[in-house]
């Protein structure tokens, strides 16, 4: 409802200023009237239920089709009671009924709550109802009558087209959330298997540890079918370090600051497992002798973690092709997790002077939350 809302805030406040015109006009013309009286009646319940209805006119969810109903009563009656009530010269003269533009807004209510087939219908009882109780058919009426049926018809087919490009975009944002959940699953499930092959490779006898990760990625794998989301990360700061120094070794070397790098939860889990996802193609790709170096940088309005090898590289164009065929580490393991964390991923390499990939997270503002 939040593209409709201004409009429906345009309506009420247009039914404030036309019952403001419409009492000037009468305190100005109220001597000439043949039951001046009358007129006074008929405008202090016109200011009650205008007064009333300002905040249902305000918002669609209270605009409840009686109360278009009785709105649309309203505007009939002070016409036909203008023609009564006024002189009859006055009225064979064309001057304006006693709601004069008061009467629009019943016709754009209309057209705020049912598009324009209900605003023409609208416009069509107010166009009748000058025609046969106010003045007949004259040239000012059928002046009138068109520019209100054309309004009304013009403002209900905008507000039509907005619900139909609101209902498309909120789709839109619903298939695009769900693609970005169901990749986040893939990644995981995609760094899984590799830890599971990983443990066949390096450990084929134990079985139990084996046995467990297979049943992870079992329900993982299962979960991503079913299209459902994966558990919720937990929320406050964590230590980037904590989750990146596991990876020292003989062959690993990591470089942190002396104080700790936090991130939101959320954002350090990934930029971790981006960091595995990296180390895992050395491990692949650059051979088991190759060595690699990991550099932790916190700054003021990010957090960049370099991991540089000396393997034998890769030529330019070759990621482009693993993507291509399918393997898709580079992809979503690494550049799709940052960029859901609204960072960068960077890859450099030179064929024979090893690789460098840089991965940058910027710090969320004061106030949000992972």
Known sequence: MSVEMPLWRAISYFRLL?????????????????????????FGALVIWTLATTRAFADPERCTWPVLGVDLTFAVFGIVMSGIIDDPAR?????????????????????????????????????AANIFGHGGITPDNIHNIVLLL????????????????????????????ATRERERLSRDIHDGVLQVLALVHRQEGDA????????????????????????ERPDG????????????????????????????AGAAGELAAAVAAALDNVRRHAGDGARAWILIEDEPDAVTVSIRDDGPGFPAGRLAEAEQDGRLGVSQSIRGRLLDLGG????????GEGAEVELRVPRPRKGSHD
Do not use: C
């Not at 960068?344 to 064929?351: F, H, K, N, Q, R």
């Open 150 to 177: 054309v309004a009304g018809g013009a403002i209900g087919h905008v507000i039509e087209l907005a619900r139909a490009s609101e209902a498309v975009l909120t789709r839109a944002l619903q298939v695009e959330a």
């Open 344 to 351: 960068t991923a960077e890859l450099y390499s030179v064929p």
């Open 208 to 231: 139990a540890e084996l046995g467990r990760l297979a049943g992870e990625q079992e329900r993982a794998l299962r979960a991503l079918m079913a299209g459902g989301p994966l558990p």
């Open 18 to 42: 036309a019952l403001a015109y419409a009492l000037l006009r009468y305190f100005n013309s109220y001597l000439q009237f043949d039951h001046p009286v009358s007129g006074w009646i008929y």
């Open 91 to 127: 009225v064979h003269a064309g001057v304006p009924t006693l709601p004069t533009i008061w009467a629009a807004g019943s016709v754009l209510g209309f057209a705020g709550k049912g598009g324009w087939k209900p605003a023409v219908f609208a416009g069509a009882v107010v166009g």
């Open 237 to 264: 700061p964590t230590d980037l370090r904590r989750l990146v120094t596991p990876h020292a070794d003989e062959r690993v070397t990591v470089s942190a600051p002396a104080t700790p790098v936090l991130l939101p």
